[in-house]
């Protein structure tokens, strides 16, 4: 499991929305967030990244366990041995190229009981052994809809003869009619008839000849009938004491396969009954073990199975009998398994033999559930379509042959742990190299990929637990080569140091317990932290690395779980990471994630009996603990933190309620509040990577929120990351300009000043801006403003960054002359934008003196100044004082008041005139 600890995409889905209200009382532009600026919760797959599925030992994508990518390249690292296309349990492929039928698949899931051909290019399948869905897929490939009826359990054989197809089984109802073990349908529309043959049977096998219908019942002691189709006369013909496997008519000869178990473990014989006395019956073969499948081609019978002898000749799964001389024919398809060999299935398609089943090899060759002989020679071709598991059932129609069976991918291709997808199309890349074990996590720094797990060869070359590989289109394997003896579970690249860490004792041979570090040029590290249990986490955060795990001492320092070191100099850094309550032996710190200065840690808490999943927060800075925490029903794998969110995934499920999801989801920083985004995997998530808002995870899930076409990898656009570098620039009365390095993965960014220090109301302006510096325009002057900055891409916003608070520069104020008067002056001020209430100070001079003198300090807007000497020149200045103590520019005027020299007689005179 690769630990995400440090911040790693559908068409526009949303923007920010504003709604502009004018007050014109105020004269401003107040806008208001109407939708969250923080992220958006749609969770579909926002690419493709499921064309692929991953043969892992656990299902469906399960052998992937860690994921990584940059800008062109996903890689994906597991203990899968092919990639395949999705295929679901039914495919059609050519039967002699091998090569996936074009229109196909469907995606049938469960798995395949049994197929036919329609006789015109078409199928007839049925999937699931308890109960299940009947499909017809028509000679295009494509499923007939509406065609069908409910079946409510096992269909175990099908045949069709005209308009008509026979279904028997051990279901009780089809449609909403009893019909118990034999049913009739309509070829045309799938609708039931209303004949009956048989209406209280189980019923194994069928077959046709001609216009007789053979059945055989399931039972401790069976009965095959023989129905008249035309006529519709039914009739016993034999009785077997054990169950019947498989019937064929050939030559006017009923074949039929049987033991006295329905399953295996007991002998099986073939027995001949013939048909133009329906007396005359005898055994040809008996076998060790169940006989599965028979086909007839003239004077050779073909049949596979369980058994490994026949007549007394060692064939495994398979062996041909000579119907003339009554001989097994020396045709040995030498086939051979992991575990057994069972052979579901036998197809003759002219000189060729297929086969289908539980084996690895086939004549010496590797082949993967699949295979082809050449009657004659019994040699196998090199026919090779690769199923990732078993093919239960075959059925040939002109070139092309339906496979069903347990299989999930069809045509996949060898790989060892390791593969690449192109992140533009999403088809797998040629790199592949071959590990002969599991790879557990990836993390790419550097220019390289570092790979960790539990393998001792790459590509055949030595290379015990870890490798590193250049980020080229073969991906060479590097030189750097740290042996360990046991596995790694994390690998960390930090400048030219790659810290690692698990399950081993020893590194290049010298004691490194748990944990160890090497340069890339292959030098380990002096260091030697000598924790007593297991590293289960790494995470570098402002030059500190953080360890968690089993631990309760780090060398001869006690340290319960968790650990920091100082990577100048290795020294253990204390900052309150070793509290009492972390004592006990059921605490486990197996992940980590940053945000700034706040750690997130998850893993298992409580004692043996109340163990517990959670994720708590560490406020580093401060040596605190935050004030969320978040407990969960079952795993957490990891945790991711990007744009201001904490991304938690693993195996839980109890966060499905408003607000959260099932086995990913992800909480606000740093309330700790779940905001909707819930893509809903249907099996766990193993690992999440985070970058330039982009996010991949990974498991074994084959599902995300319903969608069937995401088989162990998804990827979505997410947030962008918080931005980090900023100032402000150019803040003028109106305006206040800002400056930032851009965000990868950002498409656009959003640029808010407001007026109340939490940033809930009064947006005063807000704009969208794709350019990274901007400025805000139509300010108030003299106002104090709270700018915040945030990115965005088509999957949301980052959370917002305060950049600062700035207050306005005031305005120059404007003043007139209200009125004159014997030694006095009225003036008027007007503000010119600057904030109502600020201070003005008013400053007098005799003209030409520029010695200026505070004459009054005024918040009114109306002002007189007396005493003012007739005939002399005066100067005037107002300054406005802004909210933060700054001056602005001063306003100046001057003239000169004098007494009249004659009666009504105006004069001007500079800036203000005299009169009478």
Known sequence: MRLCYRSKSLPLLSQLIFRVLENKNMGLLVLFLLAGLVGYCEVTPSFVLDKYIFNGSRGWGGGIQAVEFDKNRVYVGGDFTHVGPPTGNVAIINTKTGRLFAGFPEMMTGRVQTSIPDGNGGWFVMTSNVGGDL???LPDGKVKSNWGQYIDKSVYCLATHGDKVFLG????????????GFAVVSKLDGSLDDWTPLTDTTVNTMTIDGDDLYVA?????????KIHIPDRSVKAIVSCPGFVKKIAVKNNKLYFAWGLAFNFGQKDQLDVLDLSDNQTRYQIVQTDDGIRDFEIQEDKLFLCGRFSVINGHKRTGFAAYDLKTGQILGINLTLKGQFTVDVFGVEIDGDRLVVGGEFTEAGGEKRHHLASFNIGTGLVEPWDPVANRNVTTLS?????????????????????????????????????????????????????LYAAGKFSLVNGIERNNLASFALTRDGEMTSWAPKTDGEVTQVLPNGEMIYFCGKFNNVNSQSKPFLAAMDERGNLSPWNPEPDKEVTALGINKGVLFVGGLFSKIGTSYRNHLAAFDLTDYTLVDRGLNPGLWGNDRFEVNQFAFDGDDLYAGGYFGDTFSRKNGVFQLHWGTNSFGNWSQTFDNDVNGL???????????????????GGGRRITRFDIPSGKLNGWAPEPNIWVEDVVIKDGLLIMGGPFFKVGGNNRAYGLAGYRVPPEKIQSFEMVNVSRSSIGVKWAPIAGATHYTLSASTESDKTSNFYYSTTTTNTEFSLGELEANQTYQVYLNSCNQGGCSSFVPVGSTTTPVAVPIFKFNSLSSGSIRINIDPNGNKIGTVYIVDQALDGSNDFQTVLTTSSLTISIDGLEKRKRYSFSVRAVSLGGEYSDPAVISGVWASPSSPGFWRDYGDFGFCC
């Open 135 to 137: 499909y017809y897929i």
């Open 169 to 180: 089984g051990d279901f009780d109802v089809v449609g909403k009619s009893p019909r118990r």
């Open 217 to 225: 019942e399931m039972t401790k002691r069976s009965t095959i009938y």
């Open 396 to 448: 040939i129609s002109g070139e092309n042959l339906i496979l069903g069976g347990e299989f999930s991918s069809v045509n996949a291709i060898d790989r060892g742990g390791l593969a690449a997808f192109s992140l533009t199309t999403g088809l797998l890349e040629p790199w592949a190299p071959q590990t002969n074990g599991s790879v557990i996590d990836l993390n790419l720094s550097n220019g390289k």
């Open 640 to 658: 991711c933190s990007s744009g201001g969110q904490l991304y938690v995934y693993g195996e839980f499920q109890l966060l499905a309620k408003p």
